[in-house]
């Protein structure tokens, strides 16, 4: 069973930068097709990116891309997601997720394991 563990959420200014990481353990890293999502208060979770096992594909949704970047490091079990130019609305929690499938899938269904998630709050 994989664990994961998000840290790195906080407050910041909107324009402001930050830097999610997931850690993961329990299973062989390198084999996980990984995700971010994020959940806002009455909102569904809703993807923000892929990372293939690779680190070859990579998905961005249309309300992250140019302004956030995920990477990993398969020596490290940890993924990222940086973060620049936050606005209000990108206020939310924020979740890891992992699969063992080497399909990056971009919906809920698709990742069988979950971190707690990490607040994410940006101040207008």
């Known amino acids: 069973q994989v664990q994961l563990v998000e840290s790195g959420g906080g407050l910041v200014q909107a324009g402001g930068s930050l830097r999610l990481s997931c850690a993961a353990s329990?299973?062989?890293?390198?084999?996980?097709?990984l995700a971010w999502f994020r959940q806002s208060p009455g909102k569904d979770r809703e993807i923000l990116s892929t990372i293939s096992q690779s680190a070859v594909d990579i998905y961005y949704a249309d309300s992250v891309k140019g302004r956030f970047t995920i990477s990993r490091d398969n020596a490290k079990n940890t993924m990222y997601l940086q973060m620049h130019s936050l606005k209000p609305e990108d206020t939310a929690t924020y979740y890891c997720a992992s699969s063992s499938s080497r399909y990056s899938s971009t919906t809920l269904a698709g990742y069988d394991n979950w971190g707690q998630g990490t607040q994410v709050t940006v101040s207008s």
């Open positions: 329990g299973g062989t890293f390198s084999k996980l097709t």
